[in-house]
């Protein structure tokens, strides 16, 4: 008899020791600051990969292990998220990695809803820049821990005080040194453990290998460290420590966790320097999953009733296999193959019966999961961004919001009719890649609505590569999207400038050809509301 897969058969304790080991992180930045080098550092001291360049080779020919579509290769731009899982001293990690391009950014901010905290990379040259703001924004209104790795310290830098000012005055989070950088640029000599009163030494990465270990001293006035460093640099750090000591903030776990203050760690990711530390720092400071709510429901991960909502869903990511995935991050209880689970939008059961885990291009049967997990679920029938999956208990996680569009284009098949399109189009939608707006009158072509043009060029190339309908776009000089809150019969609208549609769930919907216009319908309907995103 096969195991009865829907009760909620997990002992109480090894759930929580699952969850208690459970971290869960994506990393953000301005795009160059080194994220994809930092997550390749971090995946050689795990052992997940074995080669440097296995996320990235250099930019002329790179094949990333998190960056499986062909235009992805073609552009040499990461603009998928995966999940990348890996064992390290005891410790189960899960790294989402978050496309760089800011034309992805919809699909960063819903990766950011199925983490528990987050990695911000700086460049130490430049502190914080406009993308890295937007981010951290998302991160804020989350609620989010964030860990800080301040990078490229082998080149010269901003002063590390003026970098801590930047956070705290820009981002407006409290920055605590973990450890203290010895120069920078040909200067640059190491770090200095601030916790451990330790020094790291700075060595290229051609001597990886033979990296000595940290060498301990009693304080930053230890006469070892004139020796270690030269009297002006010792005379440098005992000051710096000073006013870290009198004017800084000091690390505090709790105000890390409720992402008041962000600890920060120097180093510089493609010389491996300052990695190790940062990744320990990851392990021992990062939360495991905390409760969710969902609705009125507190969801706590070590709930023994299975929980999970969908963040993304990816049509044909392999083209050996032609299939749907969602991905769900696990809220509570234990994800088991084959058990039965329930969508309560759809009011239907289905059966988990293809369960897997991705590393890159590849896949991995999975047997089990837990809170925090990320796993991808072949179904076969409809899923939607936003989805929650549970059994036993039934609980309903918040919509995930759409972002408005802000682009518009016709979408057509070139080639005459073709009766796939629809439902081709009806699927990028459901992954959240386009909104889809149907004109009530006059041409029947969907408009499509995305956030940045790029969106475009890879809706024309998955149509034709995945779908076999190689489509047109005509781009419109449309500049917004809105749901009435009264029938559209009612609305006085201009005569022109405006298109009526319905929505992929077919509800009313209004396309705005210029600012104007969409000022001038609001004006004239002073009692309805325009919605920006449903
Ligand atoms: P991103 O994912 O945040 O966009 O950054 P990525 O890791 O791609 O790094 C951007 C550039 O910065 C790369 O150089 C990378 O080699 C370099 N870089 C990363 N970390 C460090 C560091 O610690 N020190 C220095 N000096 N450089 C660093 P590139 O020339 O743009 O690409 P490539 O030809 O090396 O692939």
Redesign the pocket.
């Known amino acids: 008899m096969s195991p009865t897969v829907d009760e909620p058969t997990v002992p109480a304790d090894q759930l929580a020791r699952e969850v208690a080991r459970r971290r869960t992180f994506a990393?953000i930045?301005?795009?160059?600051?080194?994220?994809?080098?930092?997550?390749?550092k971090l995946l050689l001291y795990a052992g997940a990969i074995e080669l440097a360049g296995a996320v990235?080779?250099?930019?002329?020919q790179?094949h990333a292990a998190s960056d499986w579509m062909e235009i992805e290769q073609q552009r040499g731009i990461?603009i998928s998220t995966a999940a990348l899982e890996f064992e390290l001293e005891g410790c189960h990690v899960t790294l989402l990695d978050t496309p760089?391009h800011q034309d992805f950014s919809e699909d960063t901010f819903r990766t950011l809803l199925a983490v528990d905290s987050v990695v911000m990379?700086l460049?130490a040259a430049k502190g914080v820049e406009p993308q890295t703001m937007k981010l951290f924004e998302v991160c804020r209104s989350h609620g989010l821990p964030v860990l800080t790795f301040i990078?490229?310290?082998?080149?010269p830098a901003l002063d590390p005080f003026e970098l801590l000012d930047q956070i705290e005055r820009v981002l407006g989070l409290a920055a605590a040194p973990m450890n203290w950088p010895l120069g920078d640029g040909p200067d640059f000599r190491g770090v200095y453990d601030l916790e451990s009163n330790s020094i790291l030494f700075y060595e290229r990465q051609e001597k990886r290998g033979r990296r000595t270990a940290p060498v301990a001293v009693a304080s930053p006035s230890d006469p070892a460290v004139e020796t270690l460093i030269g009297e002006r640099r010792q005379r440098e750090l005992i000051d710096s420590v000073a006013i870290i000591a009198g004017a800084g903030t000091r690390f505090d776990a709790d105000a890390y966790r409720h992402a008041r203050q962000t600890p920060v760690f120097f180093?510089?990711?493609?010389?491996d320097?300052g990695v190790e530390p940062f990744l320990r720092g990851l392990l021992t400071l990062a939360p495991p999953p905390a409760p969710r709510m969902a609705g009125a429901d507190i969801v706590s991960p070590t709930d023994r009733d299975f929980s999970g909502f969908v963040f993304k869903v990816q049509a044909n990511m392999n083209p050996r296999h032609r299939d749907r995935v969602a991905f769900v991050r696990i809220c509570s209880g234990r994800l088991q193959k084959d058990m039965q689970v329930v969508n309560p939008r759809l009011e239907s059961g289905l059966r988990l019966s293809r369960v897997y885990r991705f590393f890159g291009r590849d896949r991995e049967t999975v047997p089990e999961a837990f809170p925090g997990d990320v796993v991808g679920v072949v179904i076969p029938g409809r899923i939607a961004i936003g989805d929650t999956l549970c059994a036993g208990r039934r609980v309903v996680f918040p919509p995930i919001e759409q972002f408005p569009p802000e682009q518009f284009a016709y979408l057509r098949p070139s080639e005459g009719r073709h009766k796939r399109f629809d439902d081709a189009v009806a699927q990028l939608a459901e992954e959240g890649l386009l909104q889809v707006f149907m004109p009530t009158l006059g041409v029947r072509h969907p408009i499509i609505g995305v956030i940045g043009s790029l969106q475009l060029d890879v809706i024309a190339a998955r149509m034709s590569s995945e779908y076999g309908i190689p489509c047109t776009v005509d781009r419109l000089p449309h500049v917004a999207a809105r749901w009435p809150m009264a029938p559209v019969a009612q609305l006085q609208l201009p005569l022109s400038g405006v298109v009526q549609a319905t929505d992929r769930l077919g509800r009313e919907a209004l396309v705005f050809e210029s600012d104007w216009v969409l000022r001038y319908t609001i004006e004239k309907n002073p009692l309805v509301e325009f919605r920006s995103s449903m």
């Open positions: 990393i930045s301005h795009p160059d600051a080194g994220k994809t080098t930092l997550t390749e990235r080779g250099n930019k002329s790179r990461s760089g990379v460049d990078n490229k310290l082998d080149q180093g510089s990711a493609i010389n320097f």
